[in-house]
């Protein structure tokens, strides 16, 4: 993209504020798709918005991937890329499933503590060194989760299990992604919208509502500004460091609040909010930590 390139050229100064400001747009697209995905879930299936939302995504990407064919030929440890493709798959349809029947902030809070769980699983399964600190810093955002979750007999309902269960694939998606580093971005990116088309595909078979063409704009819309977000979260990261932007990150659950209360007249709950603010810091501190010990990836994964 001619426009990208460009900012490349910049000086230091400058490339990192444009590193910054495609960060916050880019997750701010998110926030709408994933508000236009919360809306279109109130008439159609998870899995017919899967399924034409991917349609949209791999369409745009289509030129794309047919200049690097070649990239999809050999890939490293083709085992793991499937289970990556399957964990992707999953966590999205948790997600957009969860937000059925939740308020869009209460969904992305729990997706939040996706960097704390992969701290928590790289000492436990990849045994990765986790001082005193960090491990404090888990257990605090611990303590956000079940704050936001309000666990007891009345109030733990099913849909909050599967966005935690969304999380915990998304934070387990981020730990494989950090062992397929030589894979081409444009093969992670199109894998897990062709993963995601399959399981629309075959979802979408048992329940399919004819789309108005007003809906049709919206599942496409949809599609692309998943993909347009993606393209702008990998050039931020090549502007700048990834201690400078992915803390914006964060900003995402003001505006599930905002697309929220706006569309939906949601209401976030002050357990919500307080979990969601233990939560970031918690994820922020982990992250500052692993920055200072020279082990924070360069690379960010965001859910598609």
Not at 32 to 41: P, R, S, T, Y
Not at 128 to 135: A, N, Y
Not at 239 to 254: E, T
Request: hydrophobic content about 55%; charged content about 10%; some cysteine.
């Amino acid at each position: 993209m001619p426009f990208f390139k460009k900012l490349s050229a910049y000086d230091d100064r400058s490339a990192r504020l444009a590193g910054i400001a495609l960060m916050v747009l880019s997750i701010s697209m998110f926030s709408f798709g994933d508000a236009i995905g919360k809306f279109l879930v109130g008439t159609y299936s998870v899995g017919q918005l899967l399924f034409l939302r991917a349609c949209a995504a791999l369409l745009l990407l289509s030129p794309m991937i047919w200049r690097q064919r070649h990239q999809f030929l050999h890939l490293e440890r083709p085992g793991l890329q499937l289970f990556r493709v399957v964990l992707s798959t999953l966590e999205v349809a948790a997600f957009f499933l969860a937000t059925v029947y939740l308020p869009l902030a209460d969904v992305i809070t729990y997706y939040l503590a996706g960097p704390i769980f992969v701290t928590a699983m790289s000492a436990i399964f990849l045994g990765e060194k986790v001082g005193w600190r960090r491990w404090t810093a888990i257990l605090v955002g611990f303590c956000g989760v079940v704050i936001a979750l309000r666990p007891s007999v009345q109030t733990v309902s099913l849909p909050a299990l599967i966005a935690l269960g969304g999380s915990l694939s998304f934070a387990t998606l981020m730990l494989i992604t950090r062992s397929l580093r030589k894979t081409p971005d444009i093969v992670m990116a199109s894998s897990q919208f062709i993963g995601t088309l399959s399981l629309g595909a075959v979802l979408s078979a048992f329940h399919w509502v004819p789309p108005t063409p007003g809906s049709l704009v919206f599942f496409v819309l949809a599609g692309c500004i998943s993909v347009t977000a993606l393209f702008c979260v990998n050039r931020s990261l090549k502007l700048a460091p990834a201690s400078v932007v992915v803390p914006y990150q964060y900003s995402m659950i003001v505006w599930a609040v905002i697309f929220g209360f706006v569309v939906f007249g949601d209401v976030p709950s002050i357990a919500t909010i307080i979990g969601a603010a233990i939560i970031i810091g918690a994820g922020f501190y982990i992250y500052l930590r692993e920055r200072d010990l020279g082990r924070a990836s360069e690379e960010v994964n965001p859910p598609v």
